[in-house]
């Protein structure tokens, strides 16, 4: 066979990662298409796809995406020295986010560690503690809306509380008070369409190629949807872009998220597409992910009502008489907290991660080949029983100290691991915190026709979205 044909010269290239892929188990790869083709073959959609490999495979396995390796691995260990060495993002990202190739989440190496070291003072401590009391108003208005619920079951609750949390995050990272942005909840259907339209384009693999993408009446769609959240975007750069001369006199409120970038494109140090990105990225992904899984841990509480209670005296007992907990308080919330750790153990909203590889890994007895990917399965990870013992069922005590101590530090790992991990970790948490609390302060919910969390129905739309929660919410009184 000639060197001098291309397909001899592509295998030549790949020789040492098709050596080393040769010695890992998985399933049937078609030349050219891969394994990616058993999302067609089959009615499972690329989580449950993805899961049944893992389960019939483990602990390492492969899976092909066309020409494109990927690796995956439950073990803690390999994960570690995944998350570690590998920061650049796998390139399927590019192709399900190709409208947004320079954000936090897809951009390359080079362009990650200067944006995340200009976003990096925008979530310190102190500008983190600014939120709370934005947090304790929208958390109210949340309270407000479900006292109207009183007696009535209501049906999947997600799409109420993101435009709470998207009117929450406006106004923690921008200084602009939500209502000024018309039509905003625009931006949430968008995201919804964006989303439908990425799962089509996994299921239909060979829209994976830019050649067949290009072509498809999906991708104007997705154009369109995109357009349509970035102008909410654009409509709140314009309006923050007036309150300079206030922010200017207030330090902590000049740190926050847009006014800090702001500050950084009138020195020439980012430039406004760059901040349009990143603000859509925190502004609404930032939201969605808040709402998901509030929704979740409430119908988590509804269900285990021993848990809500355990909650509920925790609540009382460390806020004090007045109606809203002070950050002190919401800071000494050491079970609600465990709660919403249990929470993302079971149900981790982004089941997978993924990296691309550039150098050697071994991982006996293997060599994970420069040139593979990894895609990291989170909700496996999570419900290893060798690292969680009885791992269904539902037990917050089990992020007690002396039982985390037991485990290895990637066995948990919701909000990613390492340098490259959510820059919004903490943000998401305390703004979780509050609503719960304060929800469980004044409320008994009751979960309508599920007797245990696997009774929960999940979509995977990018992110994992439950579809059948139904809850009941009664005020306390006592």
């Not at 339209?197 to 830019?210: A, C, E, H, P, V």
Request: aromatic share 10%; charged share 25%; proline share 6%.
């Amino acid at each position: 066979m000639s060197l001098n044909r291309p397909e001899s010269a592509f295998l030549w290239k790949k020789r040492w990662l098709l050596y080393h892929s040769w010695k890992i188990p998985g399933p049937f790869a078609v030349p050219l298409v891969g394994t990616i083709f058993l999302l067609s073959a089959t009615k499972s959609n690329f989580f449950e796809l993805t899961c049944q490999v893992l389960n019939f495979y483990r602990p390492v396995t492969k899976f092909w995406v066309g020409s494109q390796l990927y690796i995956i691995s439950t073990r803690p260990t390999d994960v570690e020295k995944i998350l570690t060495n590998c920061l650049n993002k796998s390139p399927f990202y590019n192709t399900i986010h190709d409208e947004a190739k320079n954000t936090l989440l897809t951009s390359p190496v080079s362009v990650w560690k200067e944006h995340r070291k200009m976003i990096n003072p925008s979530f310190n401590p102190k500008v983190l503690n600014s939120f709370h009391d934005i947090f304790v108003d929208y958390s109210r208005k949340m309270v407000e809306f479900l006292e109207s619920t009183h007696g009535k079951e209501t049906t999947d609750l997600t799409p109420i509380i993101w435009q709470n949390t998207l009117d929450s995050t406006i106004e923690t990272l921008t200084n602009i008070k939500p209502h000024l942005i018309k039509e905003r909840y625009n931006a949430i259907s968008a995201t919804m369409k964006i989303e439908e339209i990425l799962i089509q384009r996994l299921r239909k693999f060979w829209l994976l190629t830019d050649f067949f993408w290009k072509l498809s009446s999906l991708r104007k769609e997705y154009q369109q949807a995109w357009q349509k959240g970035h102008k909410i975007i654009e409509n709140i750069l314009a309006e923050q872009s007036r309150s300079i001369e206030f922010e200017s006199v207030n330090p902590i409120r000049s740190q926050r998220f847009l006014p800090h970038l702001n500050k950084l494109n009138r020195n020439k140090q980012i430039t406004h597409e760059d901040i349009l990105e990143e603000a859509s990225l925190m502004s609404i992904a930032g939201s969605e992910t808040t709402a998901i899984t509030i929704n979740i841990i409430l119908t988590f509480l509804g269900i285990y009502s021993d848990v809500q209670e355990k909650a509920y005296q925790e609540v009382v007992s460390v806020t004090s008489c007045h109606e809203d907990p002070t950050l002190e308080e919401i800071n000494r919330l050491e079970y609600v907290e465990r709660v919403i750790k249990e929470t993302l153990r079971l149900i981790p909203l982004v089941p997978f991660l993924m990296r691309s590889n550039e150098a050697d890994i071994t991982s006996d007895p293997f060599v994970f080949p420069a040139g593979c990917n990894f895609l990291i399965p989170v909700v496996t990870l999570h419900r290893d029983p060798e690292v969680w013992p009885d791992p269904e069922k539902f037990d917050p005590d089990r992020f007690l100290p002396d039982e985390v101590a037991k485990r290895h530090r990637c066995s948990f790992i919701p909000f990613s691991f390492g340098s490259r991990n959510c820059i919004g970790l903490k943000y998401g948490m305390m703004s979780m915190k509050v609503m719960i609390a304060m929800i469980v302060k004044t409320f008994k919910i009751r979960s309508v026709g599920m007797k245990s969390w696997k009774d929960m129905e999940c979509d995977f739309l990018i992110m994992l979205k439950p579809k059948n929660s139904h809850l009941m919410f009664e005020k306390r009184t006592n």
